[in-house]
């Protein structure tokens, strides 16, 4: 069995990632931070698959790397990470105060670069992996109130693009995916007129579900040609 490893998978798009994956037999490493009861809670839902969970904050190297270290242990080796842990805020950008700017840019940004460079130690001398990061429009396109998310995630496209240049030689392929608007808690506290004039402004007219973003990462999971890829799940919100 192949082993996925999700940072913040115990809400949104890391959960329905959890529960696809395991459907499709591999061994999940499901991590959280501060959601303990819903880790426990999507635990026992898969009972029956092969999941273990994990507590860490992945914008601390030490933690990153002893959610690396439990996988490994539990599972022998990581064949696909998935960077999804994140946070948002909106806020008007000369109100963001320094603690915020560099607590967006550790968990969203930081905790890519630990939790992806100890997984390296693994893949690399087995040349073969996959890194699967999440995005965001907002990190291609921009988005007003949330420059420091905007501005993270950005990052994360980056990373992703040098990452697969260099990381090619080794037989892994490093990709990103950029969710449009999605039915997450991260959307909860948006007024409900505005998210009805997203939906308008979709071509779809309709909001993502997690599940669209986890059946874009088991794809990018089981395919060996796609690297340095930003696909964006949007429903045609933003077309480059």
């Not at 994990?54 to 022998?76: P, W």
């Not at 950005?154 to 392929?173: F, R, Y």
């Not at 794809?219 to 919100?237: H, K, M, R, W, Y």
Request: glycine share 6%; charged share 20%; aromatic share 8%.
């Amino acid at each position: 069995m192949k082993t996925v490893l999700i940072t913040g998978a115990s809400r949104g798009i890391g959960r329905e990632c959890a529960r696809l994956f395991a459907k499709n037999n591999y061994n999940v490493v499901i991590n959280y931070n501060k959601s303990e009861d819903k880790a426990k809670e999507l635990l026992e839902e898969l009972k029956d698959y092969s999941v273990r969970i994990f507590k860490a904050d992945v914008s601390n190297r030490f933690e990153a790397n002893s959610l690396v270290n439990f996988t490994i242990g539990e599972f022998e080796k990581i064949d696909v990470l998935i960077n999804n842990a994140g946070i948002s805020q909106n806020k008007l950008f000369t109100d963001i105060t320094d603690e915020e700017w560099h607590n967006m840019i550790n968990v969203n940004l930081n905790s890519v670069f630990f939790v992806t460079q100890k997984s390296l130690q693994y893949m690399i001398p087995e040349m073969s992996g996959k890194i699967i990061n999440i995005s965001s429009i907002w990190g291609m396109v921009g988005a007003s109130f949330e420059v420091h998310y905007s501005t993270s995630k950005a990052g994360i496209i980056g990373m992703t693009k040098s990452l697969a240049k260099e990381l090619g030689p080794s037989n892994i392929c490093v990709n990103a995916i950029c969710p449009g608007v999605i039915d997450t808690d991260m959307i909860k506290d948006i007024d409900k007129d505005i998210i009805e004039n997203l939906r308008e402004e979709t071509p779809l007219m309709k909001i993502g579900t997690p599940y669209d973003i986890a059946k874009c990462a088991l794809f990018l999971a089981e395919d060996n040609f796609i690297t340095g890829q930003v696909i964006s799940p949007n429903g045609g919100f933003v077309i480059n």
